[in-house]
Nanobody, 120 residues
Framework: QVQLVESGGGLVQAGGSLRLSCTASGIIFRIYDMAWHRQAPGKQREWVAT???????TYADSMKGRSIISRDNSKSTVYLEMNSLKPEDTAVYYCKFTVLTISHRVEDYWGQGTRVTVSS
């Protein structure tokens, strides 16, 4: 069983910064893409950023230039550094890993979410 645990959320003033982390545990053969998504109150979950196993990064327009996604494969961890935060960034942030399991199945796993609140 693979589990993802996020951390780093909290309350921050507009213009501030936060660094989110997400670490996987369990038996994993390989982690392909690592991604962040978010869900604001009353809205659908949306994609924020992805980093591939080749360290290619892509960002949603809303976060481009204000965030950096990175990964540490030795720790099975992905990070999201967010800067110049805005009240509209308030959401629950979820990580998602695309994993090759020991049974040679490619599966997606989600974390439980970490709440980010940006005050104006």
């Amino acid at each position: 069983q693979v589990q993802l645990v996020e951390s780093g959320g909290g309350l921050v003033q507009a213009g501030g910064s936060l660094r989110l982390s997400c670490t996987a545990s369990g038996i994993i053969f390989r982690i392909y893409d690592m991604a962040w998504h978010r869900q604001a109150p009353g809205k659908q979950r949306e994609w924020v950023a992805t980093i591939t196993s080749e360290i290619t990064t892509t960002y949603a327009d809303s976060m481009k230039g204000r965030s950096i996604i990175s990964r540490d494969n030795s720790k099975s961890t992905v990070y999201l550094e967010m800067n110049s935060l805005k009240p509209e960034d308030t959401a629950v942030y979820y990580c998602k890993f695309t994993v090759l399991t020991i049974s040679h199945r490619v599966e997606d796993y989600w974390g439980q979410g970490t709440r980010v609140t940006v005050s104006s």
